[in-house]
């Protein structure tokens, strides 16, 4: 069965630290998704990226980078030099491929509420 | 380009009537999801529509039911609410072979049932 765990349920640093959100995923398909939203106190949820099964490159963008490993089934979130605006809950979401490459439904961790205090 | 729209915002239903939500995805999209979310929760899949056909199915009850329609918008529709259906109820859309791009989530709706 399909399951994503964040263990962390809440976590609270200073602006400018380094935070790391964990996020460890099970599933049997060999070609599937993962993706990180955001979500602020407004409620939408914002996302920040998709990664397929196939590439396990670790990316950067700006301020967040993310580091995927197969071999520990870990989809971990890194906010550099954490902000105020980034205090939101973030969720972590697996998929199975579905219909030929498109996504399946979104299955969703219980989320870790980052608070980012100045 | 507008994103995903929801409407209403907030909504507030006894229990036992019926209540529709509606959704219009993000311009070129095709396929419209919906998610209920409690509180404190991540969102839990309740079905997806593609080319007004609901193809995949969350472990949700009969009362919840949808709908899409030509121009690709989307209704959910929960009949005999219950007061556990209270929650934000989260629509997304995304494109059939959208590439890298995640679905894109509307603000939701916000549904009390008392």
């Known amino acids: 069965a399909q399951k994503v765990t964040q263990a962390q349920t809440e976590i609270s640093v200073v602006e400018k630290e380094d935070v790391t959100l964990d996020c460890v995923y099970e599933t049997r398909d060999t070609t599937y998704y993962l993706f990180w939203y955001k979500q602020p106190p407004s409620g939408e949820l914002v996302f920040l990226i998709r990664r397929n099964s196939f590439d396990e490159q670790n990316e950067i963008s700006g301020r967040y980078s993310w580091n995927f490993q197969k071999s520990t089934s870990s989809f971990n979130f890194t906010i550099t030099a954490s902000q105020v605006v980034d205090s939101a809950v973030y969720f972590c979401?697996?998929?199975?491929?579905?219909?030929?490459?498109?996504?399946?439904?979104?299955?969703f961790g219980k989320g870790t509420k980052l608070s980012v205090k100045p | 380009d507008a994103g995903v729209t929801q409407s209403p915002t907030h909504l507030i239903k006894t229990r036992g009537q019926q209540v529709t939500l509606r959704c219009s995805p993000k311009s070129g999209h095709d396929t419209v999801s919906w998610y209920q979310q409690a509180l404190g929760q991540g969102p839990q899949f309740i079905f997806q529509y593609y080319e007004e056909e609901e193809r995949q199915r969350g472990n949700f009850p009969d009362r919840f039911s949808g709908h899409q329609f030509p121009n690709y918008s989307s209704e959910l529709n929960v009949n005999a609410l219950l007061l556990g259906d209270s929650a934000l109820y989260l629509c997304a859309s995304s494109l059939e072979n959208g590439g890298r791009l995640g679905a894109f989530f509307g603000q939701g709706t916000r549904l009390t049932v008392v």
């Open positions: 979401a697996l998929s199975e491929s579905y219909y030929g490459g498109s996504q399946g439904n979104l299955i």
